[in-house]
C-alpha cells in the first residue's frame, strides 16, 4: 500500500443495500487484519455504525468515516485517505458528480455500478480531456452491468485471437437463465433515466447511440443490431426477447473497443437478448416478455402508471432481495461469435448468486482490490471499462473467489 494513504479502499455508501452487501463480502474474504486496508464511509454517523454492528464482532476493527455527498469539503477530504473509492451510491446523476470530480482533483481511483449512460457521458463531457493530466483511473459499470458482458466479450476475443488469430467480427450474447430480484435503488436510476430523457431530447438522442459513450472521435460506426421484440435466432436455434441491460451493456463493450484501439476491429457488432426456448412455446414466452417490458415502460413514463408502480409494485430505495433469494440466485450467459471468415467460437459465463446483488457485491468488490493493486505507472488516469483497466487480473480474481465462471464450449 502507498504508506501516502490510509486505507486502500473507502467503501461509500456501506449504509444502503448494496453497499451492506459490499461491506459484508469485503469483511468475510479479506478480514480487518489483513494486506487490504479498508473502511466504510456515509452521511450518517449512527447508520455506520449499526451496520458495523449488524456485521459481528469481527467488524469491530473497521474505520467509519463520514462525508456528504453534496458537500464537496468532505468528499476532498475522504477520497485523499485512500487509494481506491468504492462507491454504491445512486442514482449517481443525483449522486455522483462531486464525488468523480473529488477523486480526479486527488488523483484517487474509482469504481462504481452505474449503468446511467446519460451520466457516464456527461461526465465523459465535462473531465474527458483533462482527466489524462490526473492520476486517477475512474472504472465505471463494476457490476452486473457490466462486468459479465465486458469480461465476456473479452474473454472470448482474446480466445478467438489466439486460436483463429484474428477477432471475432460479430458476437451475441444470450441470457440462457438468471433467477433474482431488482433493489429499489436500481428502479430509482431506471426512472430517473426515463425522465431526463422524457424532459431532454439530447438526453434520449445519447440513450439511442450505442457508440454515445466511446472517445468523441468514434460516436459513430458500423449499424449495431438491436433485440427490440419477439425475435427468432438462428445461431442459437431460439427464440429471443429484449435484455433490459442491453442497452448499457452494449455502449460498454462498444466503448472498450474503442478504448482499446479496436482489437475487436472497426467494423465489430454486439448485440444482446434473452433466449425464451424453441417452437410454439419458446415464441410465445418472447411475445410475452417483450410486451410486459413495453408495458412497463409505457406505465413508468405516465405519471399515474408511475404513481400505481412507486406505490404498489416497485420496492423502495433500501431495499432489495431477501437473503434466501440473493443465495439461491444464479445467471448463466451464453456468447457466441463469427470472425470475417465465418469461423465461430462460443463461450458462457455464469455466477453463483442472484445477478444484481449477490453477484454484484462480489464484482465490485474484486475490481477495487485489482484496481488498488494497480501500480500507477501500469495506466494512465482517464475514464475506462472493466476489461480495459483491470483485464487478465480481474477475471482471474471473479472466477477465484467471486463465483464467476468464464469458459468455453463447444
Known sequence: MNQAHHYDIILWGATGFTGQLVAEYLLKQYGTQADLRWAMAGRSQAKLEQVRQQLGQQAAEIPLLQADSNDRASLDALVSQTRVVLTTVGPYALYGSELVAACLA????????????????????????????????????CGFDSIPSDMGVWFLQ????????????RVKLRVKAAKGGLSG????????????????????????????????????????????????????????????????????????????????????????????????????????????????????????????????????????????QRETGFFKMLLWGKTADNQTLKAEVTGDRDPGYGSTSKMI??????????????????????????GETLLDRLQANAGLGFKLRD
Not at 451520466?119 to 483511473?137: I, K, P
Not at 485489482?370 to 483491470?390: C, E, H, I, N, R
Request: proline fraction near 7%; include cysteine.
Open 106 to 141: 486527488a488523483g484517487t481511483d474509482y469504481c462504481d455500478l452505474t449503468g446511467e449512460v446519460p451520466w457516464m457521458r456527461q461526465m465523459l463531457d465535462l473531465h474527458g480531456e483533462t482527466a489524462g493530466s490526473s492520476d486517477a483511473r475512474i472504472v465505471h459499470c
Open 158 to 169: 482474446q480466445a478467438a485471437i489466439e486460436k483463429f488469430g484474428q477477432p471475432l467480427q
Open 185 to 324: 435503488g436500481t428502479y430509482a436510476s431506471m426512472m430517473a433515466i426515463g425522465d431526463q430523457a422524457r424532459r431532454d431530447k439530447s438526453v434520449a438522442a445519447i440513450l439511442k447511440n450505442p457508440y454515445a459513450i466511446c472517445p468523441p472521435d468514434g460516436r459513430k460506426g458500423t449499424r449495431q443490431p438491436y433485440v427490440s421484440g419477439p425475435h427468432f435466432d438462428s445461431d442459437f436455434n431460439a427464440w429471443t426477447a429484449p435484455f433490459v441491460m442491453a442497452a448499457i451493456n452494449t455502449r460498454i463493450v462498444n466503448r472498450s473497443n474503442a478504448l482499446a484501439g479496436y482489437p475487436y476491429g472497426d467494423k465489430f457488432s454486439y448485440d444482446e437478448a434473452m433466449l425464451m426456448g424453441k417452437g410454439f412455446s419458446g415464441r410465445m414466452r418472447a411475445t410475452t416478455v417483450s410486451l410486459g417490458m413495453g408495458a412497463f415502460l409505457v406505465a413508468s413514463g405516465l405519471a399515474p402508471g408511475k404513481a400505481i408502480l412507486n406505490k404498489f409494485v416497485l420496492p423502495k430505495p433500501g431495499e432489495g432481495p431477501s437473503l434466501e
Open 365 to 390: 468488490s474484486e475490481a477495487a482490490v485489482v484496481l488498488s493493486q494497480l501500480d500507477k505507472t501500469a495506466l494512465d488516469g482517464g475514464f475506462y471499462t472493466p476489461s480495459v483497466a483491470l
